[in-house]
């Protein structure tokens, strides 16, 4: 009411500097910054508009009404977890949530929040850093080869060992050969069975027009 009817005080980009200047704290201070170099950027006509005002308690909103959602968030980043081998639903949640809770790209901190799920699996995160990852983005790639490769071995091992245990079974599936039987194997099952016998061999050769001799 005291700055009613005064020209200056209608301006939205005189409003939102003057709101800032109510914000204040070392956690705040960044956020405050940063909305004060977007204002310098702006038009001081074109864009002292009311648009402009609506436009930054959109931001202030996002920043100061969402507290408890922004714990949550950075809540479920915590507990977030890598199970081998699901490599790709790990980093797809890993960036949701490292979005949400509002962490810098590129930042040393998002690195250690990445390697924090990965030590579910000791091994892969003694790779990743052996080959020394220089940011977020070099993590997640050389993250992706370990996994890929071990996820290979691993395939190797499994198609040896299989073929290890086949090879010794492989000969009892060729087929047996009929027994052959004589007077002296024969089983007593089979005794008093009549057995077809070849007689051709003992006929006579016909006679070819001549006489037998005697």
């Known amino acids: 009411m005291a700055n009613q009817g005064v020209p200056g005080f209608k301006s939205p980009i005189r409003q939102i500097a003057i709101t800032l200047t109510f914000i204040k704290g070392p956690q705040v201070n960044g956020w405050v910054k940063g909305i004060l170099e977007g204002l310098k950027q702006l038009h001081p006509l074109a864009d002292n508009i009311k648009y402009t005002y609506i436009d930054f308690l959109v931001h202030f909103k996002a920043q100061f009404t969402d507290s408890t959602k922004q714990e949550t968030t950075q809540a479920s980043?915590?507990?977030?977890?890598?199970?081998?081998?699901?490599?790709?639903?790990?980093?797809?949640?890993?960036k949701m949530l490292a979005q949400k809770a509002r962490y810098t790209r590129g930042s040393r901190?998002?690195?250690?929040?990445?390697?924090?799920?990965?030590?579910?699996?000791?091994?892969?995160?003694?790779?990743?850093?052996d080959k020394s990852p220089t940011d977020y983005y070099d993590l997640?790639?050389?993250?992706?080869?370990?996994?890929?490769?071990?996820?290979?071995?691993?395939?190797?091992?499994?198609?040896?060992?299989?073929?290890?245990?086949?090879r010794p079974f492989q000969c009892f599936?060729?087929?047996r050969p009929p027994p052959q039987f004589n007077s002296s194997n024969a089983p007593c099952t089979m005794n008093n069975i009549p057995v077809p016998m070849d007689l051709s061999r003992g006929q006579f050769l016909p006679n070819r027009g001549r006489q037998d001799q005697w």
Do not use: C, W
Not at 77 to 94: A, G, K, M, P, V
Not at 109 to 129: A, H, P, Q, W
């Open 77 to 94: 980043l915590n507990r977030l977890t890598f199970h081998f081998s699901n490599i790709n639903q790990y980093i797809s949640d890993f």
């Open 109 to 129: 901190e998002l690195m250690n929040m990445s390697l924090k799920g990965l030590y579910t699996t000791s091994d892969v995160v003694e790779r990743v850093i």
């Open 140 to 166: 997640k790639e050389k993250t992706i080869a370990v996994v890929k490769n071990r996820q290979l071995l691993n395939a190797m091992k499994r198609s040896t060992t299989t073929s290890a245990f086949q």
């Open 173 to 175: 599936n060729r087929p």
